[in-house]
Nanobody
Framework: QVQLEESGGGLVQAEGSLRLSCAAS????????TVWFRQVPGKEREFIAF????????WYANFVKGRFTILRDNAKNTVYLQMNRLNPEDTADYYC??????????????????WGQGTQVTVSS
């Protein structure tokens, strides 16, 4: 497993931007695919974005396409989530996760065994 720590959350106005970071330590981060999920209290954790080990392949949930971008810098053991044109429905706790590369895009919570503690994002109207 790899240890993950998210940062960059906060309060932002609608139409604003935030950049979340997910810093990894413990194992070779470049060996893992990485994703971002989010969760609102009382609801299931929701897939947002996927990035392959080398960053060459990405995949997004429909509701963030064109607004969010997932990036990674393996030299810094960090994955980012650039969030633009935020709206109040994006308010949630955001989590990054890392997992084994099964050679396909992975979007299920069960596919990942390393999770960060989350960072809170609040978007005001």
């Amino acid at each position: 497993q790899v240890q993950l720590e998210e940062s960059g959350g906060g309060l932002v106005q609608a139409e604003g931007s935030l950049r979340l970071s997910c810093a990894a330590s413990g194992r070779t981060f470049s060996s893992y695919v990485t994703v971002w999920f989010r969760q609102v209290p009382g609801k299931e954790r929701e897939f947002i974005a996927f990035i392959s080990k080398d960053g060459g392949r990405t995949w997004y949930a429909n509701f963030v396409k064109g607004r969010f971008t997932i990036l990674r810098d393996n030299a810094k053991n960090t994955v980012y989530l650039q969030m633009n044109r935020l709206n109040p429905e994006d308010t949630a706790d955001y989590y990054c996760a890392a997992g084994f590369d099964f050679g396909r895009i992975q979007t299920r919570v069960s596919g990942f065994d390393s999770w960060g503690q989350g960072t809170q994002v609040t978007v005001s109207s």
